[in-house]
């Protein structure tokens, strides 16, 4: 069972800090037909629910605060809390004073969080920070004439907003305190401004995410973000995607970049994810996946024709594509005739597509326990029924079976729709590129897969 899990802001959001219509639609429907779906956010549970109304509640509990509350949406309580001791929220207090800044302290009493602040004369971004928070989502804030007074109680987070060169220098010295995490990331909808939030050490994404993988069962996670407090839940996940629009760091760390927050991409990804899941499992597939022979080259060669003429109708230029179907025939009578590691997958007496593997060529300067999917093809005619997944999950048995533990291919940096079935099937793009000559210049990238 996986789960899928979306940080909010940036991500999941609107640039208006909304859930769309769209998103909003089609959340309920892979809900309802049994998606499993929570979120990940530095937000409160006051602030995310007054976003999340039209779709809860959510079949998982979600992680908030970055990981320092873990909250179950239908029962409506917190199932996991993860408390700063006294001491150490003393010993950030100093420090935070040290480097005159100032900032908002959270206390959980029950299934209520509370916080405080001290004066914030002089401090206008906080101010607002406060104010915005009071009128969109009906926060109370305490203002305390010490922080330090409220250290014994059940503290979960401290955040400040303010600018990178203010913050930086607090962010180094925090990271030096014993148990305490923090994260220092730019504010997703006020330019020039970040967000400083610390939390126990116990607490981050990552552990959040695995508390919910171990707790609820699930096999897999698949993470979804856009800015730097994202990367602890990324290293969580069995897959992770970025947004486009989201920093370069996050897309580094990522299994592939999808839709931006405007486009709706984490939702139209877990649509297109449901749907190839859908035509993963038809009831009644009489598929056989078997070693090629001699007499299947005209198949194969017909197959391997249309494949073309339609994958790349719009990425290859038309007077290339039409050179090769003469020439088809006879490569298939001489690839067969020779030793090789081409496997025929057969639906209901007829073959319908083919897998090719080979060992990586020396230039590719990959390690040994590599093994390549050097084509997969089918016929136009049964696309979309699962057979190309069960085809890839054939490749990584094969893999497995010669002692090797990673994939890899290469495909059209144009071609985004095998992309995206290589990214649903869990590669990823390395760094890696060639050129060729099709009758234009085209660009190919590598795609590498542990398995």
């Known amino acids: 069972m996986t789960l899928y899990i979306s940080d909010l802001d940036g991500t999941l959001l609107s640039p208006q800090a909304a859930l769309s219509a769209f998103a909003t639609e089609n959340l309920l429907r892979l809900m309802r037909n049994g998606l499993r779906f929570t979120i990940a956010t530095a937000r409160t549970w006051e602030s995310s629910r007054v976003i999340l109304r039209d779709i809860l509640p959510l079949p998982v509990p979600v ?23 006294e001491s150490r929220v003393l010993a950030l207090l100093r420090v935070v004073k040290a480097h005159n800044q100032a900032g908002f302290l959270y206390s959980i ?91 126990s050490a116990s607490a981050t994404k990552y552990n959040a995410a695995r508390f919910l993988r171990e707790a609820y069962h699930f096999d897999k996670i698949i993470g979804f973000g856009d800015n730097l407090n994202d990367l602890p839940l990324f290293r969580a996940c069995g897959e992770s995607y970025a947004v486009s629009n989201a920093r370069e ?38 598929l056989t996946i078997r070693p090629a022979t001699i007499a299947d080259a005209p198949a194969l060669a017909e197959i391997h024709s249309r494949g073309w003429e339609t994958a790349y109708a719009d990425i290859v230029p038309a007077q290339a594509i039409a050179e090769r179907r003469p020439r088809r025939p ?50 136009p005619e049964v696309y979309r029924q699962g057979i190309g997944r069960k085809l890839m999950a054939f490749a990584e048995e094969q893999a497995r079976a010669k002692g090797k533990s990673a994939m890899m291919l290469w495909v059209f940096e144009d071609n985004a729709p095998s992309r995206r079935f290589y990214e649903a099937c869990g590669y990823r793009p390395d760094s890696a590129t060639e050129e060729r000559e099709y009758g234009r210049t085209l660009r190919s990238l590598r795609y590498v897969k542990e398995i």
Not at 68 to 81: C, E, G, N, P, W
Not at 260 to 269: A, I, P, R, W
Request: contains cysteine.
């Open 249 to 286: 760091e996050l897309k580094a760390a990522a299994t592939g970049v999808i839709g931006s927050n405007t486009e709706d991409g984490v939702v139209q990804f877990m649509l297109d994810q449901a749907a190839g899941a859908a035509t993963c499992r038809p009831p009644h597939l009489n």
């Open 330 to 379: 006879a490569q298939w009578q001489a690839w067969l005739s020779r030793p090789h590691e081409i496997s025929a997958a057969v639906l209901d007496g007829q073959v319908v597509g083919f897998l090719s593997l080979r060992r990586p060529e020396p230039n590719e300067n990959l390690p040994d326990h590599y093994y390549e999917v050097g084509g997969i093809y089918l016929h």
């Open 63 to 85: 992680v908030l605060q970055n990981g320092a509350l873990i909250y179950d949406t239908q029962t409506q309580r917190y199932v996991k809390k993860e408390i700063i001791p």
């Open 109 to 199: 009493k029950g299934d209520r969080i509370s916080p405080f602040h001290e004066d914030l004369s002089g401090r206008p971004i906080l101010r607002e920070f406060r104010e915005s928070r009071v009128r969109i989502y009906g926060k109370r804030f305490t203002q305390a004439p010490d922080l330090s007074a409220h250290a014994g109680e059940d503290i979960v987070y401290f955040t400040i907003q303010g600018t990178y060169d203010g913050l930086a220098p607090l962010r180094d010295a925090v990271e030096a305190l014993p148990g305490i995490a923090c994260v220092l990331y730019p504010d997703s909808y006020l330019a020039g401004y970040w967000f400083f939030e610390c939390f």
